[in-house]
């Protein structure tokens, strides 16, 4: 059964800092990883999804890793701002037809201005 | 850009009874999910659905549960009878189909928080 892992669980750091989230899955055969931003009582925002067959994907600040063989996922933000506190979830989908995600229990982000 | 619409935003209701959940999913996507997440714990996938059926559904979607795609537009979720333990966040998401070449990330709702009392 595929779990996922999110570690730390908090993370609390002054602003500018470039900073490193990770995940890790118990199964190496995903279909795809993607990460999200979660506001406190609101919805989730996707921010980059990595398909199995590559290394890393890039948006602005955010840099996302993969590394399928070893089960592991980093979220890279570079220059972190106040703005960027919020929940950051893992999600994997596993290589089925639906296309179901199974998330981290997330990183609780704070940049202190 | 086109986003996942969840009305009500917050809904309280009494034990044992019915609630929907709706969604308006993104137009051309073609499968759609409901998750949950109870406070403080990890987002939960109960249901898919494709091609008007459900094509997947987890340990927690029991015969309380059921899920709908009425029109053309919107995909509802129904507790027959709700218990406390339902109380939870509820997600609706979409997603286009792979095969296409189109993005296929899961695109989620702002959720309906549904508080059982």
């Known amino acids: 059964k595929q779990e996922v892992t999110q570690i730390p669980a908090a993370l609390s750091v002054p602003e500018g800092e470039n900073l490193v989230l990770n995940c890790s899955f118990t199964d190496s055969a995903i279909y795809n990883l993607q990460w999200f931003r979660q506001d406190p009582g609101k919805g989730l925002t996707s921010l980059l999804l990595?398909?199995?067959?590559?290394r890393e994907q890039t948006s602005g600040r955010l840099n996302a890793s993969l590394d399928k063989s070893s089960g592991r996922s980093t979220l890279y933000i570079a220059a972190s701002q106040p703005g960027d506190s919020a929940t950051y979830l893992c999600?994997?989908?596993?290589?089925?037809?639906?296309?179901?995600?199974?998330f981290g229990q997330g990183t609780t982000l704070q940049v202190k201005p | 850009e086109p986003e996942v619409t969840q009305t009500p935003s917050h809904q309280v209701t009494q034990m044992g009874q019915e609630v929907i959940l709706r969604c308006v999913p993104i137009s051309n996507h073609l499968y759609f999910y409901w998750y949950r997440q109870i406070l403080g714990q990890k987002v939960e996938f109960l249901v898919s659905?494709?091609?008007?059926?459900?094509?997947?559904k987890s340990e927690i979607f029991d015969d309380q549960f059921s899920v709908e795609r009425p029109d053309g537009s919107n995909f509802t979720l129904k507790i027959r009878s709700t218990k406390l333990e339902d109380s939870a966040m509820y997600f609706c998401?979409?997603?286009?189909?792979?095969?296409?070449?189109?993005?296929?990330?899961?695109?989620f709702g702002q959720g309906t928080r549904l508080t059982v009392v």
């Open positions: 990595i398909q199995s067959s590559q």
């Open positions: 999600a994997v989908r596993p290589p089925s037809n639906t296309g179901k995600l199974i």
């Open positions: 659905f494709y091609n008007n059926e459900i094509s997947e």
């Open positions: 998401a979409s997603r286009y189909p792979e095969g296409i070449s189109m993005n296929t990330e899961a695109f």
